[in-house]
């Protein structure tokens, strides 16, 4: 093999490895399986790669704020709080499904018609966070949309950080 061949595969290799840390590409293939699991409404490989309690708790927490910011007497707020609970893990089993999160799949390009991207065009689109988990981004310079967490091993997702609208529930 020639050395003129040799060094620009080396050099892409490096600059991988600089970009594209360990966490990134470990994730890479379990948020692509979530991806792929939402865009063919596939609900056992959906729940496999969804942390419900952490969603549930993230949606109890959203509740709890707007509940303590609102201009309503301290009795409602009381009551809002008490409730916080219950209506978070009745809304996490509407929403914390693949239909619901089709809009987000499109909008990281896993539609019916497209082809699936690899896991290192996967990795690219995720960054790594201080805590060890990692976050979906459009691009770098982006807000995190989705987090996930390694949880024995597979990535999960355990926080949905996108605006609301993009959660479509399916008339039925």
Same mark, same amino acid.
């Given at each position: 093999?020639?050395?003129?061949?040799?060094? *620009?595969?080396?050099?892409? #290799?490096?600059? =991988?490895?600089?970009?594209? #840390? #360990?966490?990134?590409?470990?994730?890479? *293939? %379990?948020?692509?399986?979530?991806? $792929?699991?939402? @865009?063919?409404?596939?609900?056992?490989?959906?729940?496999?790669?969804? %942390?419900?309690?952490?969603?549930?708790?993230?949606?109890?927490?959203?509740?709890?704020?707007?509940?303590?910011?609102?201009?309503?007497?301290?009795?409602?707020?009381?009551?809002?709080?008490?409730?916080?609970?219950? $209506?978070?893990?009745?809304?996490?089993?509407?929403?914390?499904?693949?239909?619901?999160?089709?809009?987000?799949?499109?909008?990281?390009?896993? !539609?019916?018609? &497209?082809?699936? *991207?690899?896991?290192?065009? $996967?990795?690219?689109? =995720? @960054?790594?966070?201080?805590?060890?988990? $990692?976050?979906? &981004? @459009?691009?770098?310079?982006?807000?995190?949309?989705?987090?996930?967490?390694?949880?024995?091993? &597979?990535? !999960?997702?355990?926080?949905?950080?996108? %605006?609301?609208?993009? =959660? !479509?529930? @399916?008339?039925?």
């Amino acid at each position: 093999m020639k050395l003129a061949a040799i060094i *620009p595969a080396l050099v892409a #290799t490096l600059a =991988l490895g600089a970009c594209a #840390t #360990t966490q990134r590409l470990s994730a890479a *293939p %379990d948020v692509h399986a979530l991806l $792929v699991s939402i @865009r063919d409404d596939d609900r056992q490989a959906f729940d496999a790669h969804v %942390d419900r309690r952490a969603l549930e708790a993230q949606l109890q927490a959203r509740l709890v704020a707007r509940t303590r910011d609102t201009d309503m007497a301290d009795g409602w707020k009381a009551l809002g709080l008490a409730l916080s609970g219950p $209506v978070a893990r009745v809304a996490g089993n509407l929403l914390i499904q693949p239909d619901v999160f089709r809009a987000v799949a499109e909008y990281y390009g896993y !539609r019916p018609e &497209t082809p699936i *991207p690899n896991s290192f065009l $996967v990795a690219g689109a =995720l @960054r790594a966070l201080p805590d060890g988990r $990692v976050c979906a &981004t @459009r691009r770098h310079d982006e807000r995190c949309l989705m987090t996930f967490a390694d949880e024995g091993g &597979t990535w !999960r997702l355990v926080g949905f950080d996108g %605006d609301a609208a993009m =959660l !479509r529930m @399916r008339s039925r």
